[in-house]
């Protein structure tokens, strides 16, 4: 089973336009409000890859009954601790006029005080029920506003103390303090990664890093080459060309779609081919782009 973590949650808004006029008012009767962020995202393609996966998040104010009233309509299993902090809203805008898919990203509240011990907590309480069985951990996204940079490295350190696989999507200092404890998969597309070490990595950086930290490595870079490299080996991947509806959440859905095929062949003792999986992740997230709800690939 996995166990999918974000620290932000979102209620993602979809609104679909034959044209967009700026400084127009600009009207759709093609909208949604769909219960979103990347860990969410995640948990979904995992379940409708037929696996099982529990989510664990931070949720407050008067919209979480909403956000886990959808996230049960997708049939979702979710923890979470109070925050006592709104969730956010973030925004897609469909152009279809000339096919651009526009995000505005509301930023996090800050969490109440006494959130991050909470959600330790449980995270401990998971980590230690025997009856989930839990092999993988996945975490993705930024964090909101109020926690420390401390926890998403404990929850790495945690998960890999009980023999656990770690899958990172993340960014920035969580990832740089997380590697110390050698996740197994790290998954930042190619702006991120280039944001957290203030240049573009070349080869030789990627080998070393992978090296260095016993990790795999995959960045995904829009509809443009991935870089995998795994050892010493470094591969720049093809991703499918597709007529693309909505993009947002391709990149989790190609995270469901990786850690679902490598999770296939360690629980049935298959040779564990690293590029087959990314071929599954890119298979995900071509799904993905061509449906109008977000992070799903049916």
């Not at 979103?36 to 919209?63: E, F």
């Not at 000339?98 to 011990?117: F, I, M």
Request: glycine share 8%; hydrophobic share 40%; aromatic share 6%.
């Amino acid at each position: 089973m996995f166990l999918t973590v974000c620290l932000n949650p979102t209620l993602q808004k979809t609104l679909c336009f034959s044209s967009v006029v700026s400084g127009a008012v600009n009207r759709t009767a093609v909208h949604r409000l769909d219960a979103s962020g990347k860990g969410i995202n995640v948990t979904h393609v995992l379940t409708q890859l037929g696996k099982k996966a529990v989510h664990l998040t931070q949720l407050g104010g008067v919209m979480r009954p909403l956000f886990l009233s959808l996230c049960e309509q997708d049939e979702l299993s979710v923890e979470w601790v109070e925050s006592n902090s709104d969730i956010r809203f973030c925004y897609t805008v469909i152009n279809e006029s000339d096919s651009k898919v526009t995000e505005l990203v509301e930023e996090s509240q800050s969490v109440a005080a006494g959130t991050e011990e909470q959600l330790l907590e449980k995270f401990d309480e998971l980590l230690g029920d025997a009856s989930l069985n839990l092999s993988c951990l996945i975490i993705s996204g930024t964090k909101a506003a109020g926690f420390s940079d401390a926890v998403i490295p404990t929850m790495v350190r945690k998960a890999k103390e009980k023999g656990l696989r770690v899958i990172l999507d993340i960014k920035g200092n969580d990832l740089i303090e997380s590697l110390q404890y050698e996740p197994d998969i790290i998954k930042p597309n190619l702006e991120e990664f280039t944001a957290t070490y203030g240049k573009r990595p070349n080869k030789d950086m990627l080998i070393e890093i992978a090296q260095k930290h016993k990790c795999r490595i995959v960045l995904t870079n829009g509809r443009r080459k991935l870089i995998a490299v795994e050892n010493n080996s470094y591969s720049e991947i093809a991703v499918p060309i597709v007529k693309a509806l909505n993009t947002t959440g391709c990149g989790d859905a190609f995270t469901a779609g990786l850690a679902a095929a490598l999770e296939d062949g360690w629980s049935e003792k298959l040779p564990l081919d690293f590029y087959a999986a990314i071929n599954e992740g890119n298979r995900c997230g071509a799904l993905n782009a061509a449906l109008e709800k977000p992070g799903v690939i049916r």
